[in-house]
C-alpha cells in the first residue's frame, strides 16, 4: 500500500516535470532563436524602418555607387520604384519569378519581409 502511493506519487511528479519541460523548450516559444515570437509592423515607416534595412542588407552591392545588375535600392525614389514593381518584395521573399535576395546571404528574418511587405501594402509611402 505504502509502495503503490509512493509509485504513485513519483509517476505524477514525472509527469508533471515532462509536462513542464515541453513547455519550457525554448525553440518552440522562440523559433526566431531567442527572439520573443513577436512582429510589430503596426510602426512601419520609410525613415526608421525600410531605409534602414536596405543600407543595412542591400546597399553593399544596390547603392548609388555599387549598383550591380543596374539596380539602385538607395534613395526613397529608387526604393519606391522597386516596392511598386514587385521587385523588392518579391525578391527578400524570394518568391518564384523573382532572383532570391540578398545574393549570396540568408534569407532574411520573417519580421523584416513582414515590414517590407507592410511598406508596399501601404504604397510605399514617403514617411
Ligand atoms: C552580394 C550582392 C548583393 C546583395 C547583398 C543584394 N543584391 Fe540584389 N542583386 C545582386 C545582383 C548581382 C543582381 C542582379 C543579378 C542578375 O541580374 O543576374 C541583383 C538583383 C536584384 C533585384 C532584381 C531581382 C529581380 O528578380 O528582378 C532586386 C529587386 C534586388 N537585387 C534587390 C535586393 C535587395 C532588396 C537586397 C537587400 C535585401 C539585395 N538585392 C541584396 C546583388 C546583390
Known sequence: MILKKWFAAVLVTA?????????DNEEE???DGGQPNTCDTASVTYSATIQPLL??????CHSQAAALGNIVVEGYANARQYALSGQLYG???QSS???PMPQ????L???DIAKVK???DDGAPNN
Open 91 to 93: 525578391s527578400i521573399n
Open 29 to 31: 516559444l522562440y523559433p
Open 118 to 120: 507592410k511598406w508596399v
Open 97 to 99: 519569378g523573382y532572383l
Open 55 to 60: 543600407q543595412s542588407k542591400c546597399y553593399v
Open 15 to 23: 509527469l508533471v516535470l515532462q509536462v513542464a519541460c515541453y513547455y
Open 104 to 107: 549570396g546571404g540568408g534569407k
Open 109 to 111: 528574418p520573417a519580421c
